[in-house]
């Protein structure tokens, strides 16, 4: 089956610990996003990637990092910067820009909870 | 004032009920809009996409643009309790560029 994959479902931190959420996608996507959800709020983009080795910040960067070694996978780091780390973490993928607009709907991962001890 | 905007909600109609749902932008050259559903604890899933000024249909749901406007809604024809979830609005301004969201607006249908 086709899709996106986000590991772990629920993931616990403890105050200065770094944590990885895993976001892997078999759909041929070029672009891949990382948007975080709280308690009744919309979705705010954390990171995205156009292109694999090269990514950009969104609109609440800091204290999170990413990488995008190969085209399927894109991590997301939480870092001990991230003061409120808790909330609901999406990874999201869509085929590249020049497809045209009826080819870069984006797909969603089932989500990261992420929870502070 | 906030690039996408949706009803503050919540909303809440009787099942059978048309809901009708809206969102307006800021920026006057975005091109692609979509509408998404959350249900609670799950993440957004897409329910219509539009890119042209006037209505697209797909099964109960209609999406209408109106681009001089800045305006697009998500009406929902026959309501049913599983229609109750969050509605998420989307634009995009050019090809290849990012998706902007509003906060959604969360839909309750009554039996």
């Known amino acids: 089956d086709g899709g996106i994959t986000q590991s772990p479902k629920y993931l616990f931190r403890k105050e200065g610990q770094n944590v990885t959420l895993s976001c892997e996608q078999n759909l041929n996507h070029d672009a891949m996003y990382w948007y975080r959800q709280d308690p009744g709020q919309g979705l705010r983009l954390i990171y995205y990637s156009q292109i694999v080795n090269d990514f950009q910040k969104g609109d609440i960067a800091e204290g999170y990092s990413v990488s995008r070694e190969k085209k399927e996978s894109f991590p997301l780091t939480v870092t001990s910067a991230q003061k409120n780390p808790t909330a609901f973490y999406l990874c999201?993928?869509?085929?590249?820009?020049?497809?045209?607009?009826?080819?870069?709907?984006?797909?969603f991962g089932p989500g990261t909870r992420l929870l502070v001890l | 004032q906030k690039e996408v905007e949706q009803n503050s909600g919540p909303l809440s109609v009787p099942e059978g009920a048309i809901a009708s749902l809206n969102c307006t932008y800021s920026d006057r050259v975005s091109q692609s809009f979509f509408w998404y559903r959350q249900y609670s604890g799950k993440s957004p899933e897409l329910i219509m996409s539009i890119y042209s000024n006037g209505d697209k249909e797909d099964g109960r749901f209609t999406a209408q643009l109106n681009k001089a406007s800045q305006y697009v809604s998500l009406l929902i024809r026959d309501s049913q309790p599983s229609d109750s979830a969050t509605y998420l609005c989307?634009?995009?301004?050019?090809?290849?560029?990012?998706?902007?969201f509003g906060e959604g607006t969360q839909l309750t249908v009554n039996p």
């Open positions: 999201a993928s869509t085929m590249r820009g020049t497809s045209g607009p009826t080819l870069e709907t984006q797909y």
């Open positions: 989307a634009v995009k301004i050019t090809s290849g560029s990012r998706l902007t």
